[in-house]
């Protein structure tokens, strides 16, 4: 932690709201000031140095110095520092972006919704999806399914998406128009005996029963991730994606598929859906659209929903939506800058180049007492942390363990993150194989210390 005698310590406590954070104990324990970065790392006030193998949160694709995002933010404010979309307005860096953002993109995906953050992208998806069907004439089809564990946001439309119970609580959460099926983690939620084949069918027989009682004319939209990430690096299993799909199409309910952390070959793909064979009806990105450096977002949508506005426009006039800061042309030109930066260093193939290295090294971890299971895709992973390997015991929350080998990584320079009962790392994209070694070495010299000090619980 920081010098607690420290101006920014003092200042901090004083008056900063943190995020995700305990706040009660933020008073005594006080913050990490993290001052500058450098390529895969970054450095805290007191001069220690991390390699962020979690890439901030999940988003810093690119590490911490890229110049010519610097260049292209620092251009575009000397020449147009702020205007919007609003009333027919446009601007070269927004225009631009939109092209290449749609050009990439899965097929069909042609029109995009700029805002600012993933939250604002998925609570725009959930306005369109009511508005569309409104427009449709079928205002009766107005709920969301979710799935449990899957992470979409903290906005009230969005946090509604998200299926975790510490997003909702205490926070009237969530919306009644949004409901949660199962979350497809194998690890955590097949039966004893059951194949992945077995637990697929399962989760998709549950989904269309959902999609039957609710009154497929009443469910709208599904939306998921192709990775959860914040739920803990959930990769679904064989054929789900397949399954899903069908059902949505036999009832006419609309797929988002939220590419936030998966988006920008993150998978080994230019997207998750590349990766998982998905065919989006709308699509939310953010983080690594801009690799970090400027906050913003988009929905993309197809023709079909596109045609649905400009319905409503005839109905209504103005599409009444927007943000002030949707498509900041600075954010935009550093966005842009990031997507060429990603083609013209053929970042995607680098990520695929590199994952096997990465995941041979972590799945040597398997053979920890500590580790239940390895998995993830690309350069996204994480590492189960069990009290049993046989039965696959988490310890128990109270316990800490996650936070303590968290912690313990740091003190050995690499910063991973702990989540529900795993160890996520989602290093930027592009990492060599030396910041691998350096990253799992790290990890493994923490998870060697945990079962040091919590190893009377765990069966040798
Ligand atoms: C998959 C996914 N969707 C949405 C969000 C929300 O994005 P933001 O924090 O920019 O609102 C996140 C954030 O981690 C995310 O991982």
């Not at 010098?3 to 990490?32: C, E, I, M």
């Not at 697929?200 to 959860?228: C, D, H, K, W, Y």
């Not at 929905?299 to 319905?311: E, P, S, V």
Request: aromatic share 8%; charged share 20%.
């Amino acid at each position: 932690m920081s010098n607690p005698k420290s101006a920014n310590w003092q200042k901090d406590v004083a008056h900063v709201v943190h995020p995700y954070s305990n706040l009660d104990a933020h008073d005594t324990r006080g913050p990490l000031v993290i001052t500058r970065g450098d390529g895969c790392y970054v450095e805290d006030e007191n001069g220690n140095r991390y390699l962020e193998g979690m890439s901030g949160l999940w988003c810093a694709s690119l590490g911490f110095s890229e110049k010519r995002l610097v260049e292209a933010a620092t251009k575009q404010l000397n020449t147009l520092p702020y205007y919007h979309l609003f009333n027919h307005r446009s601007h070269p860096p927004g225009i631009e972006l939109a092209e290449a953002l749609t050009a990439i993109a899965p097929e069909g995906l042609n029109h995009v919704l700029f805002a600012n953050s993933g939250s604002e992208a998925n609570d725009a998806a959930i306005k369109l999806v009511w508005y569309y069907n409104n427009l449709l004439g079928r205002p009766k089809k107005k709920k969301i399914i979710s799935r449990l564990y899957g992470y979409h946001g903290v906005t009230v439309a969005s946090g509604s998406l998200t299926g975790l119970v510490h997003v909702h609580r205490d926070f009237d959460l969530p919306l009644p128009q949004v409901k949660h099926t199962d979350c497809p983690s194998y690890y955590h939620f097949s039966k004893p005996g059951e194949s992945e084949e077995q637990f697929t069918e399962r989760l998709a027989n549950n989904l269309e029963q959902m999609i039957i009682e609710e009154g497929p004319e009443t469910v709208a939209a599904f939306i998921a991730e192709p990775i959860s990430g914040s739920g803990g690096v959930i990769v679904p299993p064989k054929g789900y994606f397949e399954r899903v799909q069908a059902i949505l199409k036999k009832y006419d309910v609309l797929f988002i598929v939220d590419e936030v952390i998966c988006g920008f070959g993150r998978t080994g793909q230019m997207f998750g859906s590349d990766s998982f064979g998905l065919k989006p009806d709308m699509m939310t990105v953010a983080k690594g659209l801009s690799g970090a450096y400027q906050p913003i977002s988009g929905l993309l949508l197809t023709d079909a929903i596109h045609d649905a506005l400009k319905a409503g426009s005839r109905k209504h006039g103005a599409f009444a939506h927007g943000l002030t800061y949707a498509a900041h042309p600075v954010a935009a030109a550093v966005a842009l800058e990031t997507i060429k930066i990603y083609q013209e260093r053929k970042v995607v193939e680098h990520v695929q180049s590199v994952a096997p290295y990465f995941f041979e090294r972590l799945n040597k971890l398997s053979v920890h007492p500590l580790v239940g299971e390895v998995r993830g895709m690309g350069l996204l992973a994480a590492v189960e942390i069990t009290s049993d390997k046989a039965r696959k015991t988490p310890f128990p929350p109270e316990a800490g363990i996650g936070a303590w080998i968290q912690n313990k990584a740091m003190e050995h320079g690499v910063i991973v993150r702990a989540i529900s009962t795993c160890i996520a790392l989602c290093p930027p994209l592009i990492s060599e194989r030396s910041h691998i070694d350096e990253l799992v070495d790290g990890l493994a010299k923490a998870l060697d210390e945990a079962q040091a000090h919590f190893g009377a619980t765990v069966p040798a």
